[in-house]
Antibody
């Protein structure tokens, strides 16, 4: 069955960086586009980024464009989100998703001094 | 970006009630809409895709309808395990956008 396991979250100061990872199993990773979606504490869902199956096409939400970079390693069945210049408003649980169908359990990123 | 307006933001209902949640898109999105259920502390779970297709394993009391700009999620007979927050998502174009959510509470 599809399994997505996020890691790399934690506490970081404003202006800092963090790299999230998502380990995928149970499906042919290289065949599917992947996404990152986040949820601030007590708030709704916000789509963050998309990467095509080959990695050749990428999209970002305006709120993270220029600061976040999505990437993937199909040989390692892994998805990544490099987050730079972090702000308090980036505090959220970050989910990776297979397309938009299956989601991991999320990893919490807290941006605070 | 396409705006998704979801209503109501919350509702109180009893077990056995019929519940309807709506989402309106700011422009036409064909049938490129999904519905998700989220319980506290858990990841969202896909219920309906392509506006009206039931995801495998989802009970048949859940149904979706609509096309273009107006969409509906219906729970035909609310069960205790259905008390949760529900979101719509348009995947017609990027950036994908979610509705604001509907919290379904016990009356």
């Amino acid at each position: 069955q599809v399994q997505l396991v996020e890691s790399g979250g934690g506490l970081v100061k404003p202006g800092g960086s963090l790299r999230l990872s998502c380990a995928a199993s149970g499906f042919t990773f290289s065949d599917y586009y992947m996404s990152w979606i986040r949820q601030a504490p007590g708030k709704g869902l916000e789509w963050v980024s998309y990467i095509s199956s080959s990695g050749s096409t990428i999209y970002y939400a305006d709120s993270v464009k220029g600061r976040f970079t999505i990437s993937r390693d199909n040989a390692k069945n892994s998805l990544y989100l490099q987050m730079n210049s972090l702000r308090a408003e980036d505090t959220a649980v970050y989910y990776c998703s297979l397309g938009v169908d299956y989601w991991g359990q999320g990893t919490l990123v807290t941006v605070s001094s | 970006a396409i705006q998704m307006t979801q209503s109501p933001s919350s509702l109180s209902a009893s077990v056995g009630d019929r519940v309807t949640i709506t989402c309106r898109a700011s422009q036409g999105i064909r049938n490129d809409l999904g519905w998700y259920q989220q319980k506290p502390g858990k990841a969202p779970k896909l219920l309906i895709y392509a506006a009206s297709s039931l995801q495998s394993g989802v009970p048949s009391r859940f149904s979706g309808s609509g096309s273009g700009t107006d969409f509906t999620l219906t729970i035909s007979s609310l069960q205790p395990e259905d008390f949760a927050t529900y979101y719509c998502l348009q995947d017609y174009n990027y950036p994908h956008t979610f509705g604001g959510g509907t919290k379904v509470e016990i009356k």
